[in-house]
Structure formats: structure tokens, C-alpha cells
């Protein structure tokens, strides 16, 4: 028998193990997979730094994501013969044990190969090279699928990429958030991004539009957050105390962009990265996000639908980073449309996204504050 190294060519080699049963590269074949006993993988250089759950649902492309989740929990998943959570990072020549696919119920995986395709989809481009991808998303697509939701926007532009190796999301929106969003087209790019956003080395701004006056003496909130489940098994988040195991610190900066009879447009920048943390933050100060279904005034929302907004008015406005590029000369050449762009490593990068056309009307109706 002999061990499968998979790398992002189709060029396989075999080095002998025990025991093994071969996997395609591009990803499992439930049939073929079903026959096996046991898949091991070789993890590749440019795979080196991912997550192990990331990594297997690469390679067992069509396997239920919940099945994937529940091997590993299992233990059935071994990461060099030993049991690894799903978040456990794997390393180049790592050696990745993934037990018989077949024990996942087959009318799940029927219906997960049933499943319509994501429809090909291209996004505004605000920057791209051969390192990265910033796209001003749409509000109302989630970034990924999952959750009840069947695909977003990584999907949709991997259909959209047949011909791209790697694609990966640096960070995440909310699905009801538009505005900036940065992907990675290396592995290298991903890890450098990611460490900066991780870091704190990154700066991100959002247009916030909350009901009431904001206080031009509150410009920093810094108060925990804790991940907790509502009755209908949806997550939300709330402040909680320092003394929280489970708190998150989280830190919020407000700046007063513009004042409106009974709403305030703000700029906000977080230092931290938490789930929903701005919508919380401002909604505890008691200005919640105009259209916020989640944390904000559930009837005002209906009087501002009447008027208008008819979405949640929170925006990516703007993201400086430093580039990852490798090349000491500077970045790769673009494509001839204009979209790409050359960096030199390091570089600093400012991106910044207009307000969309609906948010830009809606605020354009609204009556200035009194002096």
C-alpha cells in the first residue's frame, strides 16, 4: 500500500505506508470514497497554516459539512495520529487520518450532491493583484454558506474562477453589511493578512447610521462581549463582565460624521474583530443601528422601511493594510482591465468603498439637525 501526497497539480506521488486508500486531489469522490476504508492526506506546502476543518472540506468536496464537523469531534480525524480539533492548524507534512465517508447517512449525502451548484458571480472589484482580491459586497449575501444559507460570496466567485488555485476569505461581513471585503489568492498572502488583522495592525472603518443624537464625548467603548444562543437556536451576542470566562474584549471607536434631526451618522473603527460587535456596542450605549433586525428598535425599523431603508445602515467604508506581496521589485502585473494592481511588499494600502446608492438616498432624505 502506499501514502497519497496531494498538491495543487495533478501530479501525484506515492510514498508507502501501511495501509491506504487514495483520494483525488481536487477533492473526494463520494462513490469512489464510499469503498475505502481509510483516506490519508499529506499536507502541501501551500495548504500549510490551515485550519484542519478548512482543510478537510477542501479535499472532501460533496461530504455534508455537518459529517466532516462530526468526524472530527470524534476523534476519527487524526492529525499525525492524534486527535485535533476542528480549529487546529496544520503544518507542511502533516499527516491527515480521515475515516470512511460512508458513515455519513447517505440520503445526506444524496441530497447534498442533488443540491443545485452556486450560481457564477463576479463582485465590484476595488483592488486585485496576484496576491489579493478587495470586492465591495453587497448587503444581503452572506460571505459563505452555512447556517441555512447555501453559498455566498466565496462560492460564488470560485464558480465564477474555475481557473483560480487558491481563494480564501481574509475576513467576514455580516450578510446584512455591505462594503469592503478582502480575500486572498495565496496561501502566503493569507497568513501575512490574517496576522495583521489578528494583530491589530490593520485600520477598519464603518458608516454607521444610529437613531438619536450621539454624544460627541463618547468616542471609545470598550466592554466584553459574550457569544449566547436565543430560544430558536440562533446566535446572538451581549456585553458581559470583565470576570466572564467566555468574554471577548472588544473595543469600539466612535467618531460623529454628521447629525440628523433624530439620527447620527458615525464613523466607526474596531480594534478588535468580535461577531456582531458593533452592532452591540452601539445598540448598549442606547443608539441601535437604523434597520438592525437583530439588536435594534424593532418598531422603528418598520417606520424606517416606509421611509426608505430598507436594509440595516452599516457599511465597510474603508480598510488600510499593508500589502503581503513577496516580490522585492514590486507587485505582478494585472490583467488588462484595469482591476489589477502592482504593490511592493509592505506597501501601504488604503481602500475605500462608496456608500451604496440606497444607503446614499435614504440619508440624502433626511432632515439636517437643528443648530
Known sequence: ????????????????VNRIISVNAAGADLAAAARAEVVWLTVDAESAGQRLDN??????????????YRIIRSGEVRLNKGRAAAASRVSAGDVVRVPPVRVAARADAAAALALPLPPAREFPVLL?????????KPAGVAVHGGSGVSFGVIEQLRRARPQARFLELVHRLDRETSGILLLAKKRGALKALQAQFRNRQTGKTYLALVLGQWSASRRVIDAPLRKHLIENGERRVKITTGDDADGMRAITLVRVARRL?????LEVSIKTGRTHQIRVHLASCGHPIAGDDKYGDFERNKALQKQGLKRMFLHAW????EHPATDPGGGDQGDDDGATAAATAGAPVQ?????????QQFLSSLKPALP
Do not use: W
Open 351 to 359: 481602500l475605500q468603498a462608496p456608500l451604496p446608492p440606497d444607503l
Open 128 to 136: 486585485e493583484d496576484d496576491c489579493l482580491l478587495a470586492i465591495d
Open 55 to 68: 482543510f478537510l472540506l477542501r479535499h472532501l468536496k460533496g461530504v455534508p459539512k455537518t459529517h466532516v
Open 261 to 265: 434631526a433624530d439620527m447620527t451618522l
Open 318 to 321: 474603508k480598510l488600510r493594510f
Open 1 to 16: 500500500m502506499c501514502l497519497l501526497s496531494i498538491d495543487n497539480s495533478t501530479t501525484y506521488r506515492r510514498l508507502p
